[in-house]
Structures are given as structure tokens and as C-alpha cells.
């Protein structure tokens, strides 16, 4: 029988630490939240054209965490080992950075494999790529790729709720694909505990930009531009207006 849950937030509390949010000391913080970082609890997607960094961007904001004490772990869906020797020599800061290769376990299921990862309780999880891991999980349990993905944001949900051995509110970096035509990819679910939505894309005149969509935590909403030409951090250069072209 159905128990609707209705609720009173004057009647909950909450660890102060849910309100200090994950910085990386540079401006792209306060792209993130009004409160300038990522947030505790919090669930970012990042979508992206084909070529623009998502990877690197989002390791580059993992690494600045990870130099400042933050317990953060990646977890890569695409990549091994001989994959991230690229990255690590244009961006040594990127070696330092501990790194679960989901190709290692390839014939482990693949839930067990991240809750076990995930009971240590960090601070900051990325993500390469939720449809990279939603595949692995749909091969291992067969049934739909929404059914598939919806187990892997139920475990995010519980991170999120801080059911680890240090009992925080684990903040999760998401990459997800888009269609050809640049449209979102993935289920409605995903838009939903979501709490923000960024993109990165280039310009008609190819150059990149971070902007965000949606974020029901704050945060600059103009267009932040980069390139990936200085060594060892992203170069983040200017800001433009939203709709500028």
C-alpha cells in the first residue's frame, strides 16, 4: 500500500558541512553556486560537442579539489591506464588523482564494483561517462538502458544522502552524451536530480565556452570561455553574456 512521505524542512537538520562548498580557488567556482564551488550532495551534469574537453575540464576541477584535501575519485567508463598517460604528461597535477578504471573489472557487476568504491565516502565523484557505466550495468543485468540507468542514479542518490563509512553528502561530476544534433541524451530522471546543467561547446568561431542551463544553486550564468593551450590547468580567459554569439 502506498505511504506518500510529506515533509517539513523546519524539521529537518542538516551537518553544517552540506553548506561549504568544494572549491578549486579559481573562477570557475562561481560558476557552480552563488556560494562559489560545487556543492555537497549535489548531482552536476556536463554535456559537450565531440573534441571540446569534458574530460579535461571536469579532471582539471577534480585535481584543484584533490590539491586542496577534498577525498575525490574518477571514475572512467572509457579509459585505461595507457589512455591517461596523455593526459597525465599535459597535466601532471592529474597523476595525483585517484582513478577507478572500470575496464579493470570488466567481468565484476558493475553496481558492486562502484558501492564498494563508493563506501569510503568522497567528497567529489566524476564520472566518465553515465552512458559508458549505464551499459556496462545493462549488460551485466540485461533489461533496458533506463532501467540500467536508473540503478546507477539510485547509488549516486544514495551517496548524495551520505550513506558511506564518513557519512558525507558525496557531490557528483556527470558526463553525458548528446545526440548529433546537440540535444540532450539520456532520461528524464537525469533532469530531475539534477541540480545543475552545464555545457560546453564551441563558438561559431571555434572557440570554447562553459554555460550553464540550469542551476538551482546560483551561480554565473554567463558564457566562460577557455583552451586547453597552457600546461597543467585549464585556461580559463573571459566571460561573455549568455546570449552572446
Not at 554535456?47 to 576541477?61: A, C, E, F, N, S
Not at 597535466?91 to 572500470?102: A, E
Not at 558501492?115 to 569510503?120: G, I, N, P, Q
Not at 530531475?192 to 571555434?206: I, Q, R, S
Request: charged share 25%.
Amino acid at each position: 500500500m502506498l505511504k506518500v512521505k510529506i515533509t517539513k524542512m523546519n524539521d529537518l537538520k542538516f551537518e553544517k558541512n552540506l553548506f561549504n562548498p568544494l572549491t578549486t580557488g579559481r573562477k570557475i567556482d562561481e560558476f557552480f553556486s552563488s556560494e562559489g564551488g560545487v556543492m555537497p550532495g549535489t548531482n552536476t551534469v556536463i554535456t559537450g560537442d565531440p573534441g571540446v574537453g569534458k574530460t579535461t575540464v571536469l579532471l582539471d576541477i577534480l585535481a584543484d579539489m584533490n590539491a586542496k584535501g577534498k577525498r575525490v575519485l574518477f571514475v572512467s567508463g572509457e579509459m585505461n591506464q595507457i589512455d591517461m598517460v596523455g593526459y597525465v604528461r599535459r597535466f601532471p597535477k592529474f597523476g595525483d588523482v585517484p582513478i577507478l578504471f572500470m575496464g579493470d573489472v570488466a567481468d565484476e557487476d558493475p553496481l558492486e564494483v562502484l558501492r564498494d568504491a563508493f563506501s569510503v565516502g568522497y567528497d567529489c565523484v566524476l564520472i566518465d561517462s553515465i552512458a559508458e557505466i549505464a551499459v556496462a550495468i545493462q549488460d551485466y543485468y540485461g533489461g533496458t538502458y533506463k532501467g540500467a540507468t536508473t540503478k546507477l542514479l539510485t547509488l549516486l542518490e544514495e551517496q548524495n544522502m551520505g550513506d558511506n563509512d564518513r557519512k558525507i553528502n558525496t557531490a557528483s561530476l556527470l558526463i553525458q552524451q548528446v545526440t548529433k544534433s546537440g540535444s540532450f541524451a539520456g532520461s528524464n530522471r537525469i533532469k530531475h536530480m539534477t541540480t545543475a546543467m552545464g555545457h560546453l561547446k564551441f563558438d561559431n568561431e571555434g572557440g570554447r565556452y562553459l554555460a550553464f542551463s540550469k542551476n538551482r544553486r546560483g551561480g554565473n550564468m554567463n558564457k566562460f570561455y577557455f583552451n586547453l593551450n597552457t600546461k597543467n590547468q585549464v585556461n580559463w580567459m573571459y566571460e561573455a553574456p549568455a546570449n552572446a554569439e
